[in-house]
């Protein structure tokens, strides 16, 4: 364990630290020990906080609730300062795995939002053995550089302008010199009728303070756009991606009516869920950062879609 990383408080109790694959990961648990467990992955730019009043309420309701900081979040570090600083989908996905077998958590329902969605229907549509059920925001996210080689509208285009700026070196230094005030611009942008105060950023941001936080953003939307090349042990992995594989456990996917984001249409994706499957739109000004800003809504999915 590091022992530069700060004792963490948080609203969920300490974080603690476990050897997880390259990863000294931090996580937060909440709820009974033996209660069907929960995985909460949260996207850029938050953090677990997003998490914290739903994971309350599932922990109240008897699950037993993980929620881990991503590589390169909060205090989660590399073991080895030779591991390749690598932000590609698999990778991220493959941390969920390892997480759960350090804790040795056979199966748990996964629910995520942004890069956490993502790595959450990787995991159900590769290792559906491990998921007994899905809740996805923004529904299927899984995708693969040939994909995103493919130009898009120009509205749609100007909407993951961040994207293009991080392909730059500019982009690079200004995210490293700016990454508080990037970020915040970004929730703003993303979830445009929330009122968030400076508190709940600021309990967030400190999450990106992590050391490999900018290496960790800029490849991992390098990468999509087949700037940056990933690791050859996900090669297999991506492959299996590339071909958009569906996903046949249980599925609940969700989307706020007031997500500035860019993100699919529902009707766009829902063939790929080939299991039980619902989708709901959350609304009353819900953004991205749904599981924070409908924290009860989110926990009810999570409860639902592991009864489908």
């Known amino acids: 364990m590091d022992v530069s990383k700060p004792e963490t408080g948080t609203p969920f109790g300490p974080v603690k630290q476990i050897e997880a694959g390259v990863l000294d990961n931090g996580y937060v648990e909440a709820g009974p020990a033996d209660g069907p467990a929960v995985v909460l992955l949260h996207g850029w730019p938050y953090d677990i906080h997003s998490f914290a009043e739903a994971a309350t309420l599932l922990a109240v309701a008897g699950h037993r609730v993980i929620v881990p900081f991503a590589r390169g979040y909060g205090t989660t570090r590399f073991l080895s300062d030779d591991t390749t600083r690598n932000g590609q989908q698999a990778a991220l996905a493959v941390d969920v795995v390892e997480l759960m077998d350090a804790l040795g958590i056979e199966q748990a329902i996964l629910a995520g939002f942004d890069w956490g969605a993502r790595s959450a229907c990787i995991v159900a549509a590769l290792w559906p053995e491990r998921c007994t059920a899905l809740v996805s925001v923004s529904g299927y996210l899984i995708g693969s550089q040939a994909a995103n080689a493919a130009p898009l509208p120009p509205r749609a285009e100007y909407a993951w302008w961040y994207q293009y700026y991080f392909a730059t070196e500019r982009g690079r230094a200004g995210y490293a010199q700016h990454r508080r005030e990037f ?25 990106f303070d992590n050391p490999d936080h900018v290496a960790i953003v800029i490849h991992n939307y390098r990468w999509r756009l087949g700037l940056a090349a990933g690791e050859p042990h996900y090669d297999r992995l991506e492959r299996s991606l590339a071909d958009a594989p569906a996903i046949r456990v249980p599925t609940i996917t969700l989307e706020g009516d007031a997500n500035g984001a860019p993100h699919p249409e529902a009707t766009a994706y829902a063939q790929k869920f080939s299991g039980k499957y619902e989708h709901r739109v959350i609304t009353g000004g819900v953004g991205h950062n749904l599981p924070m800003e409908a924290a009860r809504e989110f926990a009810t999915a999570i409860t639902d879609a592991g009864r489908l």
């Open 183 to 207: 970020s915040k611009l970004i929730w703003q942008l993303a979830s445009p009728r929330w009122a968030f105060d400076d508190a709940a950023f600021t309990r967030s941001a400190a999450a």
